[in-house]
């Protein structure tokens, strides 16, 4: 694939998607991920903002240690101790890049930078020379490029393409724009920009108007080669464009864009999966390509095409994005080694035996409780225990429960906190809330519970139930999941799993909550 056919994904799942209410993520977490997205074959992974706070030094520094095969980028203000923090932090990456932004937009040079042009191409200027100074990759983006002036979009791309940046960024930052508008914007930029040949242009869309894909792919029809996108769509606000909307619009219309991506798209599916267990925030049924009915057919006209072919209503394979249609039904009998081959086979692997073993138990457990295992339930099995391994200070023992028509409902909870064992029980107005009420008075966080979330993994009545809360504190927001067969055991889970996130106290700053 030449250059001009080959369309570069970005990938900030782990940068601009975390900044979504309650989707932090820990520098583990953050390592799942991008192992995931290098298997993918991404081609850029943005891994953090390293000025945002030591964790995310650290979580950006991990991924750079541990990806090979894909390019991992820091984040950075246009001011030089963004840039040197971004710089420490990919030192050991194999292929690193620095991504600085300012924004150039009038309301935010005014009320936000309160800057004159001037200053701001100077300032753009000198942070891409610094940014040279540790990779020859080096990527600048115009915050609120949407809402900018053009003329001044041509002259501050000019300048730092001549400084030295090699990818130049037009955010749609505040999702503004509609189609025809930024696929003509993208086009005029690399018609007047008289070094326009000396970089790769790229567009990194928010979807507040739902419409970040379409915006996205009319600047990839007029010359773009780089898209940033997330998995799922994650990030700020209404989120970003789609990763995997990008890729398969792309690659099932090639009679309309003259370009493709790299991507092994059967690791799509398991992507997503994965971004939702760990961050807690569930994909909708109808969501295009990864949600559950993406690929389903009820009605009788549409099941009578695709039996007799299927490319009457379906424009793509379900095995193309990762979709299995296979049902594992093993059982408490089946061995280890059949269920570690059919985790490989659903694009799952462990760090080590220990990880495998533990997982295997889990598998047995929860062969005991239903008859029939599906790949979801394995996928939901392999993050549940991920949640629960790490930074463990509260565990759960054991759960009693009391619900009776006519009765207040009771729990009678016990964890282990910091090694101590401890027990409450409490009522509440059902079994759900009781539970909750017993955990937070034995571990006293003194947080506010802002949702509670449930979702069938499989069908039947013995289905795993998938609980995703969200707790608040003192403006920290977290997200815990669980599952389990009883779904009240399930929520105690991911309460418990939300506290040990809240109890880690891994502030984050944002000094700018940048969303280029």
Not at 214 to 239: H, K, M, P, Y
Request: proline share 3%.
């Amino acid at each position: 694939m030449s250059d001009l056919n080959k369309l570069i994904i970005f990938d900030t799942t782990l940068r601009d998607g975390e900044q979504s209410p309650g989707a932090s993520m820990t520098r583990d977490e953050k390592i799942r991920i991008a192992k995931a997205l290098e298997k993918m074959r991404v081609d850029v992974i943005e891994a953090g903002f390293p000025i945002a706070s030591p964790g995310d030094f650290e979580a950006v520094q991990g991924v750079a240690r541990t990806i090979k095969n894909s390019t991992v980028c820091g984040l950075a203000r246009a001011l030089e101790k963004d840039i040197d923090r971004a710089g420490e932090a990919l030192k050991e990456a194999s292929s690193g890049r620095i991504h600085t932004f300012i924004a150039t937009s009038p309301i935010h040079m005014e009320q936000k930078l309160r800057m004159t042009p001037d200053q701001v191409v100077e300032q753009a200027v000198s942070a891409v020379k610094r940014a040279r100074r540790f990779t020859d990759d080096v990527e600048f983006s115009a915050e609120d490029a949407g809402r900018s002036d053009i003329d001044f979009l041509c002259r501050i791309f000019e300048q730092v393409i001549e400084a030295g940046a090699t990818t130049i960024n037009v955010p749609d930052t505040v999702g503004y724009n509609l189609p025809g508008q930024f696929g003509n914007t993208i086009r005029l930029l690399m018609e007047r920009i008289p070094n326009a040949d000396r970089a790769i242009f790229s567009v990194h869309c928010h979807n507040d108007l739902g419409l970040a894909v379409a915006n996205s792919l009319a600047a990839v029809a007029n010359g773009a080669r780089q898209v940033e996108c997330t998995i799922n769509g994650l990030g700020e606000r209404a989120g970003n464009a789609a990763l995997e909307e990008i890729v398969m619009a792309v690659r099932t219309r090639r009679d309309q864009f003259q370009c493709d991506t790299g991507l092994d798209t059967t690791q799509i599916v398991h992507c997503s999966r994965m971004v939702s267990g760990i961050t807690g925030f569930p994909v909708q049924p109808n969501k295009a390509i990864v949600g559950a009915n993406a690929f389903a057919h009820e009605a009788g006209i549409h099941q009578d095409g695709v039996l007799k072919s299927r490319e009457t209503y379906e424009i793509m394979r379900a095995e193309d994005v990762g979709w299995s249609r296979n049902r594992m039904v093993l059982g408490k009998h089946s061995g280890r080694n059949a269920f570690r081959v059919r985790l490989q086979e659903l694009g799952m692997q462990f760090e080590s035996e220990e990880e495998l073993n533990d997982a295997f138990r889990r598998f047995k457990e929860l062969a005991d409780k239903k008859h029939e295992i599906f790949d979801d339930d394995l996928q939901a099995l392999v993050n549940d225990a991920g949640f629960s391994a790490e930074n463990e200070r509260i565990k759960l023992v054991s759960l009693r429960v009391c619900s009776e028509t006519g009765e207040t409902p009771e729990a009678t909870v016990v964890l282990t906190l910091d090694g101590s064992e401890q027990a409450d029980t409490a009522t509440g107005g059902g079994p759900v809330d009781a539970t909750f009420r017993a955990i937070e008075s034995i571990v006293q966080t003194g947080s506010r519970l802002e949702l509670y979330s449930v979702n069938a993994i499989t069908s039947g009545t013995d289905a795993q139930g998938e609980v995703t809360v969200r707790v608040q504190k003192g403006g920290r927001i977290v997200n815990g999941q669980g599952a389990d067969t009883d779904i009240v055991i399930a929520s105690a889970k991911a309460y418990v799993n939300a506290f040990n996130k809240l109890l880690q106290k891994e502030e984050r700053e944002h000094p700018q909550q940048p969303s280029v």
